[in-house]
């Protein structure tokens, strides 16, 4: 997941000459050549719903990536699987995202014992209850994005510099957003959100990051939404890289194999 342990790996590259002499998309790029070249990947990880101060539910989950190649049509292909409460167990999330192209995600609800395509147009729809929204998972980014250098900032203790990122594709649920791109390592320490009418909306954290074979990783993300005081924390765990991972597992018809 790229703001979150999962969610704040953009895996996506692209000749950089299209972004020649742009100090954003390099900062940008930095973190994506951080994330890339791990073949394959599996984490535990535990959600957790807060509404203010007090917790709604608990999930915990497998996460399953592989990496888009060209032997597989250069699909970055990834997995959720709800595994607690028992209520949950059996969901999962299958997402394939071509790298400059098209993104395709289905929802299987134990519940229903369905499939369920998720429309581009339910981007900013929320997942499973939690502040994450479909667009906020999104892995393959890099050139996704425009990129604006703004300044430095200090989060957590932590220098970074600010950019400013602005959606290219359609149906995006932000107007704009604010990255923080940590000046030690690369890595990124917070993004804030912005609606469709330029405020506020939410801030993602992102910290505890430990190396996992020589390459920087997040054990631990927030994100908050301020207008609503509502927030989803991700806790992982084991999170194992250069790992062979059958395609199989990305089908839909592995979805329903609970």
């Known amino acids: ?50 509404d203010g101060d007090k917790v709604t539910v608990e999930y915990k989950l ?38 400059n192209g098209s993104e395709s995600r289905w929802l299987y609800l134990s519940e229903t014992r369905q499939v369920k395509q998720i429309a581009g147009s339910a981007k900013s729809a929320a997942f499973k209850g939690s ?3 479909y667009e906020d998972m999104s892995v393959d980014t890099l050139d996704k994005y425009e990129y604006k250098l703004l300044g430095e900032k200090t989060v957590n203790g932590r220098k970074c510099d600010q950019v400013e990122r602005t959606a290219k594709y359609e149906d995006s ?3 704009k957003s604010i990255v923080c791109f940590d ?22 954290t992102v910290g505890e ?22 927030r989803t924390t991700l806790k992982g765990a084991n999170i194992k890289l250069q ?6 597992l990305f089908t839909t018809a592995q979805l329903q194999k609970d």
């Open 173 to 175: 649920g932000y107007s």
């Open 209 to 230: 990051y430990k190396k996992v074979d020589g390459r920087w990783r997040s054990h631990f993300s927030e994100i908050k939404n301020v207008q609503t005081n509502k």
């Open 131 to 133: 502040e994450f929204s």
């Open 62 to 99: 497998k996460q399953f990536a592989v990496e888009g190649t060209k032997d597989n049509g250069n699909t970055t292909k990834s997995l959720i699987r709800f595994l607690a409460p028992a209520d949950s167990k059996g969901t999962a999330l299958l997402t394939h995202e071509v790298k």
């Open 243 to 248: 790992q062979k991972l059958s395609d199989q």
């Open 183 to 204: 000046k030690e390592n690369p890595y990124i320490d917070q993004v804030e959100f912005l609606d469709n009418v330029g405020k506020l909306v939410k801030v993602s």
């Open 1 to 50: 997941m790229k703001n979150s342990i999962a969610l704040s790996a953009a895996l996506a590259l692209i000749p950089g000459a299209a972004f020649a002499g742009n100090p954003g998309y390099d900062l940008a790029k930095k973190v994506n050549d951080e994330a890339s070249n791990y073949i394959g990947s599996t984490s535990d990880a535990i959600m957790t719903l807060y």
